[in-house]
Nanobody, 119 residues
Framework: VQLQASGGGLVQAGESLGLSCAAS????????MGWFRQAPGKERDVVAS????????YYANSVKGRFTISRDNAKNTVYLQMNNLRPEDTAVYYC?????????????WGQGTLVTVSS
């Protein structure tokens, strides 16, 4: 599976941004998917994850109520809608195939898209 993340950019605190992760080479409808982020000098941490059906989701405490993960299996794409962004959300955002909070259970990472939130 090849994953292409897009949608990153520079925004001000309080604004919104939507990320997309388009998959190719294999349908992702049979897989959970997740978004992680990595700030400079820090580890890659989970942001949100969604089951193959989209019925169940997981969010890091720091983004609950602000971010929403969704998927469109017909388009082989996973989304991350980020609202009320904060400077501490600044990071490279990666999508991966898997479900849950541990990066070790994920396969097939995308190349990442940079999100920068200015104060």
């Amino acid at each position: 599976v090849q994953l292409q993340a897009s949608g990153g950019g520079l925004v001000q605190a309080g604004e919104s941004l939507g990320l997309s992760c388009a998959a190719s080479g294999r349908t992702i409808s049979s897989y959970g998917m997740g978004w992680f982020r990595q700030a400079p000098g820090k580890e890659r941490d989970v942001v949100a994850s969604i089951t193959m059906s989209g019925v169940s989701t997981y969010y890091a405490n720091s983004v609950k109520g602000r971010f929403t993960i969704s998927r469109d299996n017909a388009k082989n794409t996973v989304y991350l809608q980020m609202n009320n962004l904060r400077p501490e959300d600044t990071a490279v955002y990666y999508c991966g195939v898997g479900y849950g909070s541990r990066s070790s259970v994920y396969d097939y990472w995308g190349q990442g898209t940079l999100v920068t939130v200015s104060s």
